[in-house]
């Protein structure tokens, strides 16, 4: 895990990378126009095309100062249950493809 503090153009204040196998999370924290902090969650995978070139699909989420505390908890939540689903279970895959796995979106 990487983390540093930041003044530049895209107004990030404080970044830590995370490298993860072909995955490289980035949680940037930036400051608005009105001096309000969020936060940038960012997945960036590394993909080689047929051709041999090479290119990185990034998503992002933003986060906002009123969800924080909601986000947290939800988190929180969802790591406890894995905690709870894998105890007694330390190895976990390496083999596993997220790209392949169900995405079922939460019901608000």
């Not at 895990?1 to 924290?29: C, Q």
């Not at 993909?47 to 041999?52: A, C, F, H, I």
């Not at 790591?79 to 689903?85: D, G, H, N, P, T």
């Amino acid at each position: 895990m990487e983390n540093g503090n930041y003044s530049s153009d895209k107004g990030i204040i404080h970044s830590t990378v995370v490298r993860a196998g072909k995955r490289t999370y980035f949680f940037d924290v930036r400051k608005t126009k009105n001096g309000d902090h969020y936060l940038v969650l960012t997945e960036s995978k590394k993909r080689t095309e047929q051709d041999g070139s090479v290119n990185f699909q990034k998503h992002k989420i933003y986060l906002y100062k009123e969800d924080f505390e909601k986000f947290s908890d939800g988190l929180e939540e969802s790591l406890s249950k894995l905690e709870e689903l894998n105890e007694g279970n330390n190895a976990y895959s390496a083999d596993v493809d997220f790209d392949d796995l169900p995405y079922k979106e939460a019901a608000e």
